[in-house]
């Protein structure tokens, strides 16, 4: 197991565009969390699937943002129209079910997408 | 969400044991302590959690008051890959998300 993978990692883009962020859990994870963090700030909780629901939101997530987990697996986390203060390092991180499983209690982070919007 | 209180940074030198002290006076029962931490340009990674006893893996030891409104995160030999910013969460025993609440946490450094 490769651990959480987040796709692309670095990504520049102009005011006003559309980015997709793709995360890929541990493959027996069916928790799923996306978190953001500002330069200097822990990270923040933006939302949490279990399976494809999702199941929580912070109203840190705008009407701009929108995040799928369409067949429980992957997760994409998309911002519309892009602003400056939208410039973060988003998070994923993903936690087994089971009490049993190893990781069950603790959070496996990927290495984040960094998001620069000119 | 219950709250932790850290130190903004700390300074160690190589090979010293490091102790991270953590305040959690609003603490209740249920509430599980869990340390994380971030080394540069990378993600949060599990440390050591505990409930009640002093914990110990091959990372760190955790040390809980009796009272359980303090913790401290004790690295017994610092090495420079020590160098990260060290996060103490409060996990409530909950169903739903159990999302952790991050704070701003305390910034080790380490001194060769």
């Known amino acids: 197991d490769t651990g959480v993978s987040q796709d692309p990692r670095h990504k520049i883009t102009k005011r006003g565009q559309n980015v997709t962020f793709r995360c890929d859990p541990i493959?027996?994870?069916?928790?799923l969390y996306w978190y953001r963090q500002t330069l200097g700030q822990g990270p923040e909780f933006l939302t949490y699937?279990?399976?494809?629901?999702?199941?929580?939101k912070s109203r840190l997530l705008s009407d701009r943002f929108s995040a799928e987990r369409p067949k429980g697996s992957f997760s994409t986390l998309e911002i519309q129209r892009t602003e400056q203060g939208d410039s973060a390092m988003y998070l994923c991180?993903?936690?087994?079910?089971?009490?049993?499983?190893?990781?069950?209690?603790?959070?496996?982070f990927g290495a984040g997408s960094r998001l620069t919007v000119l | 969400d219950a709250k932790t209180t850290q130190p903004n940074s700390m300074e160690s030198n190589e090979e010293e044991p490091v102790h991270l002290p953590c305040n959690h006076s609003?603490?209740?029962?249920?509430?599980?302590i869990h340390w994380y931490r971030q080394l540069p340009s990378q993600g949060p990674e599990y440390v050591i959690h505990?409930?009640?006893s002093n914990v110990n893996n091959r990372m760190a030891s955790l040390a809980i008051a009796e009272d359980r409104k303090s913790s401290t995160l004790i690295l017994h030999r610092a090495t420079l890959r020590d160098a990260a910013v060290y996060y103490c969460i409060l996990r409530e025993l909950i169903q739903g998300a159990q999302k952790l609440v991050f704070g701003q946490g305390t910034r080790l450094t380490i001194n060769p």
């Open positions: 991180a993903s936690r087994a079910a089971k009490g049993w499983l190893p990781g069950a209690n603790v959070l496996t």
């Open positions: 699937f279990q399976n494809e629901a999702q199941l929580e």
């Open positions: 493959s027996e994870h069916n928790r």
């Open positions: 609003t603490i209740s029962g249920t509430d599980y």
């Open positions: 505990g409930l009640t």
